[in-house]
């Protein structure tokens, strides 16, 4: 099949490169010049495991292109996938401008007939506005369709590759027939593509995000509970994920979630309710859980200095919002950073793929070290933020000889307390004894 899709990120890239994959002929576009240049270039502008390879192959196998001649791709393709970005507006909603842009170009390069699939995350009503916008500059035939991505960084190939399930929206039977076709090698073993109308896709995703983001805040609370009563959370999580009702994923307590999605996903969702009179308590209370618990290891550290950072030294390790990618958009360590600059502690960082994005916006407030080891030298803290393979089990015999005072503050309870107590370091992690 002939496809155009339409946002390079990390959504449109790896949608692009799996398609191209399973044998159809992809045109990847963007307005960004820059990352039209690098993808030419065969350089990949974001971190993600395997999808240089991915590009790399499908390229050579001229199934994937990249350019920035958006109306050329559209004319060219039989089905418009629109993955361009839908970040948080001011007052909490998506911002949408993007996504109508690419409409109207769909809408004034239509010949023929073409499915258009949203993937980018979109509130409740935005098919029916695509469909208005398309239809404003043509009288050709078109089916617009709402194709959520739930695809993790980090893992973006295994998910996309074998998803757990393809959801498809749309009113039109025409285009739900040309993306169950694309889809159906993606589904061979089972199949796992689930039809709706447009409305329900589009709330299957906020309902799948708030939920998991439900999931993360309730444990983190819980955790703040566990400290305070003496209880050690990580034994609590162990024994209620065992509960197969429950279950283990996404129980994890830590030093809030971040990331291009939940974040904005839930506020864009309470967004949408209000809009209709509903007021999502559950999902309010999500978001305030979560902005307190970005603060905590900051202030955990300035209480483990009674209240004054001058003069101390902080090593952050983990910059990203998760591990294997470089993304850091709402990363919980960017608050901690915010927290320890404006307390006046001097910084320094590591973090595998990400320094490069934490440069371009803190510049030289902080440190960038090249080594985890070079980060902790002379430090009086170590902030671990984001659970990175190497950082997991380090040398600590190394670290403690490194650093002036040995006070760590293990945001993902990664490290063993009772092993590092017994070494001489002080510990504390989120919600342990
Ligand atoms: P991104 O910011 O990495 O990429 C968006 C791309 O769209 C950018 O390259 C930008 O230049 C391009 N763009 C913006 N306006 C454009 C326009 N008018 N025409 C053409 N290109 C344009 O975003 P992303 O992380 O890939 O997310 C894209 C969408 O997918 C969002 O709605 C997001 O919520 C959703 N989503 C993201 C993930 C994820 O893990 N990143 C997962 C599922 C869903």
């Known amino acids: 099949m002939q496809l155009a899709v339409i946002g390079t990120g990390y959504v449109g890239l790896m949608a692009g490169a799996g398609f191209a994959d399973f044998g159809n002929d992809v045109a990847c576009v963007d307005v960004d010049q820059g990352k039209i240049d690098c993808l030419l270039r065969g350089e990949v502008p974001i971190y993600e495991p395997g999808l240089d390879v991915l590009i790399a192959k499908n390229v050579k196998a001229g199934r994937l292109s990249f350019s920035t001649d958006i109306p050329t791709a559209i004319r060219n393709a039989e089905i418009v996938i629109i993955a361009v970005g839908t970040p948080p507006a001011a007052d909490g909603s998506a911002d949408l401008s993007a996504v109508y842009a690419v409409a109207e170009t769909i809408g004034k390069n239509m010949n023929g007939f073409k499915v258009v699939a949203t993937k980018s995350t979109v509130p409740v009503g935005t098919a029916d506005r695509v469909e208005e916008i398309i239809r404003r500059h043509t009288s050709e035939p078109f089916g617009v369709a709402s194709n959520p991505e739930f695809l993790k960084e980090g893992d973006a190939i295994n998910d996309f590759m074998k998803p757990d399930r393809v959801v498809l929206g749309s009113n039109s039977p025409r285009a739900l027939?040309?993306?169950?076709?694309?889809?159906?090698?993606?589904?061979?073993?089972?199949?796992?593509?689930?039809?709706?109308?447009?409305?329900?896709?589009?709330?299957?995703?906020?309902?799948?995000?708030?939920?998991?983001?439900?999931?993360?805040?309730?444990m983190n609370d819980l955790a703040v509970l566990s400290e305070k009563l003496g209880a050690d959370i990580e034994?609590?999580?162990?024994?209620?994920?065992?509960?197969?009702?429950?279950?283990?994923?996404?129980?994890?307590?830590?030093?809030?979630?971040?990331?291009?999605?939940?974040?904005?996903?839930?506020?864009?969702?309470?967004?949408?309710?209000?809009?209709?009179?509903?007021?999502?308590e559950v999902v309010r209370a999500v978001e305030t859980v979560n902005k307190?618990?970005?603060?905590?290891l900051g202030q955990k550290i300035r209480t483990h200095f009674d209240g004054n950072l001058q003069g101390r030294t902080?090593?952050?390790?983990?910059?990203?919002?998760?591990?294997?990618?470089?993304?850091?958009?709402?990363?919980?360590?960017?608050?901690?950073?915010?927290?320890?600059?404006?307390?006046?502690?001097?910084?320094?960082?590591?973090?595998?793929q990400a320094m490069q994005n934490v440069l371009a916006l803190y510049g030289d407030k902080i440190t960038f070290c090249d080594t985890m080891y070079d980060a902790v030298e002379g430090a009086d803290a170590l902030a671990?933020?984001?659970?990175?393979?190497?950082?997991?089990?380090?040398?600590?015999?190394?670290?403690?000889?490194?650093?002036?005072?040995?006070?760590?503050?293990?945001?993902?309870?990664?490290?063993?307390?009772?092993?590092?107590?017994?070494?001489?370091?002080?510990?504390?992690?989120?919600?342990?004894?």
């Not at 307190?292 to 905590?296: A, M, S, T």
């Open 177 to 218: 027939e040309v993306l169950r076709q694309l889809y159906s090698p993606f589904v061979r073993t089972n199949d796992r593509i689930h039809t709706m109308d447009a409305r329900s896709a589009e709330l299957t995703k906020y309902a799948s995000n708030a939920l998991l983001a439900t999931r993360i805040s309730f």
């Open 235 to 280: 034994r609590v999580r162990k024994a209620v994920g065992a509960d197969p009702r429950i279950g283990p994923k996404f129980l994890f307590p830590g030093p809030g979630f971040g990331g291009s999605c939940f974040p904005k996903d839930i506020s864009a969702l309470a967004h949408t309710a209000r809009t209709v009179g509903h007021e999502l």
């Open 292 to 296: 307190r618990q970005k603060k905590l």
């Open 314 to 352: 902080v090593a952050v390790w983990g910059l990203a919002f998760k591990p294997q990618t470089d993304d850091i958009r709402e990363a919980p360590a960017l608050t901690l950073l915010d927290d320890l600059i404006a307390s006046g502690a001097r910084v320094l960082a590591h973090d595998p």
């Open 384 to 433: 671990l933020v984001t659970e990175w393979h190497e950082y997991r089990a380090p040398d600590f015999h190394r670290i403690k000889r490194l650093m002036r005072t040995p006070a760590l503050f293990d945001g993902r309870n990664i490290w063993d307390p009772e092993e590092l107590r017994s070494q001489g370091f002080w510990y504390t992690g989120i919600g342990r004894r």
